[in-house]
Each structure stands twice: as structure tokens, then as C-alpha cells.
């Protein structure tokens, strides 16, 4: 499965929920049209590979589209699974433009072939955002199949020489960090217009693989990088850059990675429901895509209608309603609670086992080293295999330990990482892709 997108991450600009702004309904969603996928990438949520045998006919797709249109959708991200996979991507994408709403697609890319991508532009599509994971070892890895990099990166190129806009995605984890730097080139080699990141979380197949996840302390690591990579690898080439709603919060960094932040824009809390939903290939509908199916459907094409749904159904509207007294451990006496709300809700319910209390944040993993300790996550529940599932993992504090000698990324010399250049398979040797496929 590709990466499932925040808001804001089919296009370059932004919209209500990845900006933080003051919302007005539910203007975007992400929809899975199928589970079938060609890919067996290791953190995968939704475990994907093969179709639900429910999926929506394309009759009960269509008017699936019109009841989007009707409540004011204004922007729909086509995902999977991987959507071309699905015969009638295209007819659904074309009666999505037909009703004067955006259509972009998130794919794996890794059969995104000349008469596809003339089918995307014949249908209207805007934009296709490519997932890259990595150079070319850890994204084959990653991904699990050989070849798939290559096939992503001339996915890639076909859609930067159309007139659709290329996007490109990224899921940031113990592998892919290091190689950050060089991707940020491999971006400006192919023509990308934006760069989405988000962070690996433990759901599906990612759950099965703790040792893949960053922990929480990383995050001071991560933050000053991605504020290295944007202002002098970004901006000056014209690509803009998404942190996905799970990349947070607060603190120093919010004024240069969020979009708007030079403004005063700042993350306004989870818009699961209320900015955004997600719609699965049989039909159920979410406040989010990436949140677990279990808990958080409220209703189901064709059966339910969708304003019906979205304006009543708890499992929708609970995220809004949410206030402080709703959050717990560290989160709920943070001094941004009552906005923040815990941040993501999809990271903290996987991670914790329920929303609220989310160790994924900057201000947090601050707050702790400026008292000489790192938060660390430990697993303690395994997932028992299903789509969208998720174990659960508890936090415990420890002291900080020594800064490094020299500048690294996750113990990778930083002088060795600049040296990366966007085409080269990875700069690990043989011992340590041996004990990398040891945690895929």
C-alpha cells in the first residue's frame, strides 16, 4: 500500500487541516478504491495484496462521488491498496472532475506505465503523488519487491513529463532517515512540486515490525533535519514540503515546517471527521483513512447517506469533541492541550491503544531533554493480523544519555549522508543489510 496521505498531500497547496486553519465542513477525503495491491511493502496498514470481496460496484462508486459532491467535498486522493489496479480508476476519477472537484492519486508506482498515466490526464487527474522510500535498497526493501524503486522513479518521470503535477511521498523510519538528505535531490532530479512525509506507526504490517519505528527521542534528531532540508533543499528549488499530520507539535520548528507557520499558522488539532474522511473500498466510512476500521466507522455505502453519517455518526464526530478532559499521561496537563488535543489521532490510537496521549511530538521529547531524559517506547501488545489492526506499546523515561561526538543521523555519520547522491542503491554495507532485513 502507498502511503496513506494527511490532507493536503495529492497537491502543493495547502489545505484546511494540513494548514491548521478555521474549518467549514469536510472538504476533502481519501478513498481506497480497492485493497488489491502489486506491492508487499512491510508497513503496509492496511495490509493490502488482495481485493476486498465486497468491493463497491462501479455504479455504487458513482454515486458515491455524487453524495461527495453534495456535501461540499472539494478535493478527492484516489488510493489503494494501489487504485490502477482497480479496471474503472479512471471513470471514477472523470465523474469526480465532472463535478467540479480535484482528483489526485497516491501510488507505489510500480506499474504506472505510459498508458496509465494517459488515462489519469484523459480522465482530468491533477495530480499523482509517488511514494519513495528510500534509495533504491531501502525502498526495495521497504517496499518488498526488487525493482520497485526503479519502477517508482520512472513512474515518476512519466507523470513530471505530463501535464499533471508530481507529488511524492515519504514514510519516515529507522531506514529511510538517513537517506532523507539524498531523496530531498533525487525530488528536484525528477521534477516533484511537493514532498509529503509522515512517520512510520505501527499499524498492520508496520505493527509486526517494532524495530522499524522511530522512538520517540529521534524526533530531536528529526525536526532540526527536516528544517535543514526544506530551507536549503526545498524551498530554493521550489518544492514545497507537507509534514503529515503525525509530524509535530509545537515548539521551535513549528514556524519553518508548517505550512503558513512564518504567518502564524500552527497545528489546530485533529480534523478526522471534521476537515476530512476516509472511505474504504467496501464502503465504510471514517473521520480519517489511516484510522482503524474497528472504532471508527460510522456508517456504510450504499446503506448509509453520507451527510447522515457525517453529522451524527460518534465515531465521526468524536474527534471535534474532544477537549482536554478527553486526553491522558503527558498530554493532559500539556500546555497546548485544549489545541492540540493530543495531536494525530490515527498515531496515538495505534501506538497507545487509544487516542489522547501521543509520545510522536517535538514540544514533548524537548520537554523531557531539557530534564535530561528520553522517552522510549516498548511494546507490550502484539497485533493480531488484520487490516488496519494495531498492537500497543507503553512509554517508559530513561536517562538521556551522551550527544554524539560528531554530527549523525540515527548513528549514520552526517558527513557520509551528504555524500549520498540520489541514484545510488544506499550507502549500508553487507553486514548491515543483513541486520536490516533482520527487521523487515
Not at 531523496?183 to 504490517?205: C, F, I, N
Not at 476537515?275 to 483513512?289: F, H, M, S, T
Request: aromatic fraction near 6%.
Amino acid at each position: 500500500m502507498s502511503a496513506r496521505p494527511p490532507v493536503g498531500a495529492a497537491d502543493e497547496r495547502p489545505s484546511e487541516l494540513s494548514r491548521g486553519a478555521v474549518r467549514d465542513g469536510i472538504t476533502y477525503c481519501v478513498w481506497e478504491i480497492t485493497l488489491r495491491c502489486d506491492l508487499g511493502c512491510r508497513h503496509c496498514g492496511s495490509r493490502a495484496g488482495k481485493a476486498r470481496p465486497d468491493e463497491l460496484s462501479t455504479e455504487e462508486c458513482l454515486d458515491v462521488v455524487r453524495q461527495l459532491d453534495e456535501l461540499g467535498v472539494r478535493e478527492v486522493t484516489l488510493i489503494g491498496g494501489e487504485a490502477y489496479l482497480r479496471e474503472d480508476w479512471d471513470v471514477i476519477a472523470a465523474a469526480i472532475v465532472e463535478r467540479g472537484m480535484r482528483v489526485g492519486i497516491t501510488t507505489g508506482g510500480r506499474g504506472f506505465d505510459a498508458e496509465r498515466v494517459a488515462r489519469a490526464v484523459d480522465a482530468g487527474v491533477s495530480t499523482i503523488s509517488v511514494s519513495i522510500d528510500g534509495l533504491e535498497r531501502t525502498h526495495d526493501l521497504l517496499r518488498g519487491a526488487r525493482g520497485s524503486w526503479r519502477a517508482a522513479v520512472e513512474s515518476a518521470e512519466r507523470i513530471a513529463a505530463s501535464p499533471m503535477r508530481l507529488a511524492t511521498n515519504t514514510q519516515i523510519n529507522r531506514l529511510s532517515m538517513p537517506e532523507l538528505v539524498a531523496l530531498a535531490d533525487l525530488l528536484h532530479e525528477l521534477g516533484s512540486k511537493a514532498w509529503q512525509l509522515q512517520l512510520t506507526v505501527p499499524m498492520g504490517r508496520a505493527a509486526d515490525r517494532p524495530e522499524l519505528l522511530l522512538q520517540p527521542y529521534d524526533l530531536l534528531e528529526l525536526f532540526p533535519l527536516l528544517a535543514w532540508i526544506k530551507q536549503e533543499k526545498l524551498t530554493p528549488r521550489g518544492i514545497a514540503a507537507f509534514p503529515g499530520n503525525n509530524i509535530g507539535y509545537f515548539g521551535p520548528y513549528e514556524e519553518v515546517l508548517r505550512y503558513g507557520g512564518k504567518k502564524g499558522t500552527h497545528w489546530a488539532g485533529c480534523g478526522a471527521g471534521s476537515a476530512c474522511i476516509g472511505v474504504e473500498a467496501d464502503g465504510k466510512i471514517k473521520g480519517c483513512p489511516s484510522l482503524p476500521s474497528d472504532g471508527y466507522t460510522g456508517g456504510h455505502f450504499p446503506a448509509d447517506a453520507l451527510a447522515d453519517v457525517v453529522s451524527a455518526a460518534p465515531e465521526l464526530t468524536h474527534v471535534a469533541q474532544r477537549t482536554r478532559a478527553d486526553l491522558w499521561g503527558y498530554c493532559a496537563s500539556c500546555y497546548y492541550a485544549d489545541i492540540c488535543k493530543a495531536g494525530c489521532t490515527w498515531t496515538a490510537q495505534v501506538l497507545m491503544g487509544r487516542g489522547g496521549n501521543n509520545p510522536y511530538c517535538i514540544h514533548r521529547q524537548l520537554a523531557y531533554e531539557k530534564e535530561g531524559l528520553r522517552e522510549v517506547l516498548v511494546k507490550v501488545e502484539a497485533a493480531p493480523g488484520e487490516p488496519f489492526d494495531h498492537g500497543r506499546f507503553e512509554t517508559r523515561l530513561e536517562p538521556l544519555g551522551p550527544a554524539p561526538e560528531a554530527p549523525s543521523v540515527l548513528g549514520v555519520p552526517l558527513a557520509e549522508l551528504m555524500a549520498l547522491t540520489p541514484r545510488s542503491p544506499g550507502h549500508f554495507d553487507a553486514a548491515e543489510g543483513k541486520r536490516r532485513l533482520r527487521i523487515l
